[in-house]
C-alpha cells in the first residue's frame, strides 16, 4: 500500500504519519529529512542539493524526484510507504506517479489532513522541534514524553523554530494554497483522494484516518 499524506503545514501530517506507518509496518518517508541527510552525508544528490540552498535557491523537482527514487528502492518500502512532503506540486505528483509505473506500480491513497486556517496558526506557534531529527511536537496537542526533550533523542532539548512566527507561518499557509492545492483535484481526479478531518484529539484524527484508508484497502 503507497499512501501520500497532504496538507497544510502543522495539520498534523507528521504525528499522524508516524502512528499509520508504526501500525501498519511501513516506512514514513519524510522527503525534509531524506534532503538534510542527503546533505549530511554528502550523497552527490546532497552536495547538489546544498549547493543551490547555499546560494539561495530552491531544490528543483529532478534533484527531489533523485532522492525519492534512491529511498523507495530501499527493501523496507517494497511493500509500501507513507509519503510526507512530497509531492508538493503537480509536476512532482506526475514526476511521481512516472517513477512508480516503471515498476508496475501506483500510489493507492492520498489522505488530506484538512484544518482551518486559524487553528492552524494556533499549532504552529506552539510547535516545538528536535533539531536532531527534525521531529515536530505540539506543547499542547502532541507533546513530547518527557517536557522539553525529544522522545527519540531523550538528551537533546526541543527548541521553536524560527520560522513558527505567525506572520510566517500565514506566508507559509499562502505558499500551499498556491502550490499545493492543486494537487486536491489532482489525485480527487483518479480517485485517490479522501478528506479527514484534522481538528481534535490525535486519537479521534487517527481513527477518522484508518476509516478513510479502509476505503482503498477493502476495509483491512
Known amino acids: 500500500m503507497r499512501v501520500i499524506l497532504l496538507g497544510p503545514p502543522g495539520v498534523g501530517k507528521g504525528t499522524q504519519g508516524r502512528r499509520l506507518a508504526a501500525e501498519r509496518g511501513w516506512p514514513l518517508i ?18 547538489q542539493a546544498r549547493r543551490l540552498m547555499d546560494a539561495g535557491q530552491l531544490v528543483p523537482d529532478g534533484v527531489m524526484i533523485g532522492l525519492v527514487h534512491d529511498r523507495l528502492s530501499q527493501p523496507d518500502a517494497v511493500s509500501g510507504f507513507v509519503l510526507d512532503g512530497f509531492p508538493r506540486t503537480v509536476p512532482q505528483a506526475e514526476a511521481l506517479d512516472a517513477l512508480l509505473k ?17 487553528e492552524l496558526v494556533r499549532r504552529l506557534k506552539k510547535r516545538l ?17 518527557a517536557s522539553g526533550k525529544c ?10 523554530r524560527a520560522d513558527d512566527d505567525e506572520v510566517t507561518v500565514r506566508s507559509r499557509l499562502s505558499v500551499y494554497d498556491g502550490q499545493t492545492r492543486p494537487l486536491i483535484g489532482y489525485y480527487k481526479s483518479r480517485n485517490r483522494l479522501a478528506e479527514v478531518e484534522g481538528v ?6 487517527f481513527t477518522r484516518l484508518r476509516q478513510a484508508l479502509a476505503v482503498f484497502v477493502g476495509g483491512q
Open 102 to 118: 516503471e515498476n508496475g506500480l501506483a500510489i493507492d491513497s492520498a489522505l488530506l489532513l484538512s484544518a482551518p486556517e486559524d
Open 30 to 47: 519524510s522527503t525534509g529529512e531524506l534532503l538534510r541527510d542527503a546533505v549530511a552525508q554528502r550523497t552527490p544528490l546532497g552536495d
Open 129 to 145: 522541534e528536535c533539531p536532531v531529527c527534525k521531529r515536530a511536537y505540539n506543547v499542547a496537542s502532541a507533546p513530547p514524553r
Open 151 to 160: 522522545d527519540d533523542h531523550p538528551d537533546v532539548e526541543l527548541v521553536h
Open 200 to 205: 481534535g484529539a490525535p486519537e479521534d484524527v
